[in-house]
């Protein structure tokens, strides 16, 4: 059964609707107006053809005169029919009013502004539609603007208060804007259940809610975000004090389904008038400083800072471009000579890419290792270094320069990688590399998380026939006990250390110390960053073994490398 007809079936059902269920029927009348005035038209026309029948059934008028009466009475019954549909189009106006309204108010949300003052039925239809919608439309507005698991409002309805408050705010006020994010929430999510994760939401919501000011709105923005709008923030000490308060308030357990789960969160702040941006961008702002506090690690709070925007779209930029720098054979590895300060010759070389980027020029690692490290890139980067930098070591032996031990940087991620031993094998195995001439080079920090499966890894790689050095020492947690048992050959004192054993009596006694260390585990060492002669002269004689820095060579490519080593010459003295 059509739509149509189910209506028509509903209305013969309904007392009083016969006579318009009837007149429904009838195609040409769809418009409730037309059916009035058929009505008002058969009507208007009753006396006409009453007259008429009269006429026929007496005939007591000459047919001439019949015809004068019947024109004259059809020409009155044509003018009162005309002034009553007149009459009535006006006296149906509330129904097509009220009609009007409901579509339009459909179709577009506007509210039917229709007169209450009546009351009559058509008067009572008009206003109670008018405050049926009223109320249906708040109902409404109400629904789409508070999100459901929290109550709280949501990020559309946030905007527009915060809109509210930037506008009656006085130009001495100061608004704060902080945006929380719950760190890891994912792993929540995942381990536990969304419904563990939506509890925790709302309890989060609820705690939350406790520690708001009346003037502060506090909504949810995003599946595990919060905003806070205050414009009693005060001064923008009073600000970091309210966020340090926010994060520790969420830094106590949470009890969801029984069970105790701790979080922690991270808050993204901007200010105004500090920040004199439109509501949607300071939005965007404090969401900046979030992304930059969970890149720091979680558990804090940033200011956001005009370059902070700055710098986040750089980096975007650089993370795109370095998907294609491998693809696009943008990357190159130099070298950089690790040399014998007894003998002033070329022992080994350290392995460091750099990006030959077509519109930046050659960027530095410092620069993209930390992004590819973050994005995962640096897994498919460390392998290519590494091959490139063994096919290398092939390339000088197969030339007669015997013996260049070539070290190559493992990062964090590349570490903790499953593959990596199986991975290093396959390239020292495809490159033809002699082992004994490649070495890898790792931080302490990348041994912390798990020093028993750190140090069973370096095992692994050992047994490969390769070498270890433990990179940048002296800056991380060194602990003597774990350095006893680590397997590795070298350590590689940081360049921070070298740039002050001149100047800084302290700098030297460490560098002493490490020296003193690495001669008691039977290691060897190599300074790095070596700029000066004076430097140079106070490691030789406290007996460090290799030295790399700027005062006998930077990094440079392949090429220049085989010049220096073909002279077979104590480096600084070739030409
Ligand atoms: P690093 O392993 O500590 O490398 C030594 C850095 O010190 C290099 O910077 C080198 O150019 C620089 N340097 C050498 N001599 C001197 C000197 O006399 N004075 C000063 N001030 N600096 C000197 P670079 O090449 O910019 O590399 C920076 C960091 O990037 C490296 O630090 C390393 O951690 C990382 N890196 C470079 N290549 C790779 C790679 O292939 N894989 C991984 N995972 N990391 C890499
Ligand atoms: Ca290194
Ligand atoms: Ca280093």
Request: glycine share 6%; hydrophobic share 45%.
């Amino acid at each position: 059964m059509s739509q149509h007809d189910q209506t028509l079936d509903d209305t013969t059902t309904s007392p009083g609707l016969g006579l318009y269920t009837m007149l429904a029927r009838l195609r040409p009348l769809r418009s409730y107006g037309s059916k009035i005035l058929l009505v008002a038209f058969v009507g208007t026309h009753v006396p006409l053809l009453a007259l008429l029948a009269y006429f026929i059934i007496s005939a007591s008028l000459t047919v001439e005169a019949t015809v004068r009466v019947l024109v004259v009475a059809l020409a009155a019954t044509l003018a009162g029919a005309v002034a009553t549909m007149v009459a009535l189009h006006h006296l149906l106006a509330p129904i097509s009013l009220t009609s009007k309204g409901l579509r339009s108010y459909l179709d577009t949300k506007n509210l039917p502004s229709l007169p209450t003052r009546f009351t009559d039925e058509a008067g009572t239809l008009m206003a109670d539609t008018s405050h049926t919608v009223g109320s249906l439309d708040r109902l409404v507005r109400y629904l789409e603007s508070f999100d459901d698991l929290t109550g709280l409002p949501n990020r559309s309805l946030f905007t527009t208060r915060l809109a509210a408050i930037l506008s009656e705010r006085d130009d001495a006020d100061m608004v704060a804007l902080i945006v929380l994010d719950i760190d890891r929430f994912k792993a929540v999510n995942d381990g536990l259940g969304r419904e563990a994760g939506d509890m925790l939401l709302r309890a989060v919501s609820q705690r939350l809610t406790t520690s708001l000011g009346d003037a502060a709105v506090l909504a949810r923005t995003g599946a595990d975000e919060f905003a806070l709008a205050d414009p009693t923030a005060g001064s923008l000490n009073a600000v970091i004090d309210r966020c340090d308060a926010m994060l520790a308030l969420l830094d106590r357990p949470f009890t969801v389904d029984g069970r105790q789960i701790h979080v922690s969160a991270s808050a993204g702040i901007t200010v105004a008038p500090l920040d004199e941006s439109a509501v949607d961008e300071l939005l965007q702002h404090a969401e900046t400083a979030l992304y930059q506090a969970k890149g720091a690690g979680g558990g804090s709070y940033q200011l956001y800072s005009a370059d902070m925007n700055a710098r986040l779209q750089e980096r975007l930029t650089i993370e795109r471009d370095l998907r294609h720098a491998l693809v696009r054979d943008e990357l190159v590895v130099y070298y950089q000579p690790r040399v014998d300060p007894r003998l002033g010759t070329i022992v080994g070389v350290e392995a460091l890419v750099r990006w030959q980027h077509p519109v930046r020029g050659l960027v530095s690692p410092a620069e993209f290792i930390p992004l590819a490290e973050e994005n995962g890139l640096i897994i498919e980067i460390g392998e290519w270094v590494l091959r490139t930098a063994c096919a290398q070591q092939r390339v000088w032996h197969n030339a007669g320069l015997t013996g260049v031990r070539v070290s190559v940087n493992l990062s964090c991620r590349q570490f903790r990688q499953d593959k990596l031993v199986e991975m290093v094998a396959v390239v020292m195995g495809d490159t033809g590399v002699q082992p004994d001439c490649l070495e890898l080079e790792v931080t302490e920090s990348l041994l912390m998380d798990d020093v028993a499966r750190g140090t069973e890894t370096l095992k692994r790689l050992r047994d490969l026939g390769i070498t270890l050095a433990l990179d940048d020492f002296g800056t991380g947690y060194s602990s003597l006990s774990y350095l006893r048992r680590l397997p590795i050959d070298t350590l590689k004192i940081d360049r921070s250390f070298v740039a002050g054993i001149t100047l800084d009596a302290a700098d030297a006694a460490i560098v002493d110390v490490i020296i003193a260390l690495a001669r008691t585990l039977h290691l060897s060492v190599t300074a790095e960053g070596v700029e000066t002669r004076g430097q140079l002269d106070y490691l030789k004689t406290r007996g460090c073994d290799e030295i790399q820095g700027y005062f006998y060579s930077p990094a440079q490519p392949a090429a220049a490398i085989t010049t220096l080593l073909s002279a077979g010459l104590p480096v600084d003295q070739v030409a």
